[in-house]
């Protein structure tokens, strides 16, 4: 039988918090984050979810899409309950694009460091261990911050 969490209200306010942290931190330009949770939503055994947002000056204010944010605030409260979430941060940057990453672990998101983050965004997840290779040459792998 697969497994349909339900993030609490508390599940959802940290990852408000978390994902705050992270687009306070990301800085200015387009960014978009993916995130991987070992669950069944409706296609399968894992659910990926993405969000775009743009963070345009020194405001605090972000552009998001609203549904697309509150889907993902509760995929991230769902992350919260599980140690094997990961997450992934690319910013896109007129020559290159930045990517780093984090892993839940006891509902808290870890950075990855930058050889983690290399090999798990080259990984082709549906013919693992191998690696795609893709978007190499005009990728930047950094390690993630910390979110709090």
């Known amino acids: 039988m697969a497994w349909h969490p339900v993030p609490t209200a508390q599940d959802c306010d940290r990852a408000i918090t978390y994902l705050g942290s992270i687009m306070r931190q990301a800085g200015q330009g ?5 995130l991987s949770v070992p669950c069944d939503l409706g296609g399968g055994g ?7 947002f743009v963070h345009p000056g020194d ?5 998001i899409d609203d549904i697309a944010g509150g889907e993902f605030v509760e995929l991230t409260g769902i ?3 599980t140690s094997r979430a990961g997450l992934v941060l690319r910013t896109f940057g007129e020559t290159s694009d930045r990517v780093m ?4 672990s ?10 983690e983050i ?3 965004y080259r990984i082709d997840t549906t013919t693992a261990p191998e690696q795609t290779g893709e978007e190499t040459e005009y990728t930047e792998y950094a390690e993630g911050f910390t979110i709090q």
Not at 30 to 34: T, V
Request: no cysteine.
């Open 30 to 34: 387009n960014h978009n984050l993916m």
């Open 46 to 52: 894992t659910t990926y979810r993405g969000m775009a």
């Open 59 to 63: 405001d605090g204010e972000f552009w």
């Open 79 to 81: 992350a919260v309950q």
């Open 101 to 104: 990453g984090w892993r839940f």
């Open 106 to 115: 006891s509902g808290i998101p870890t950075p990855l460091t930058v050889d």
């Open 118 to 120: 290399s090999l798990a």
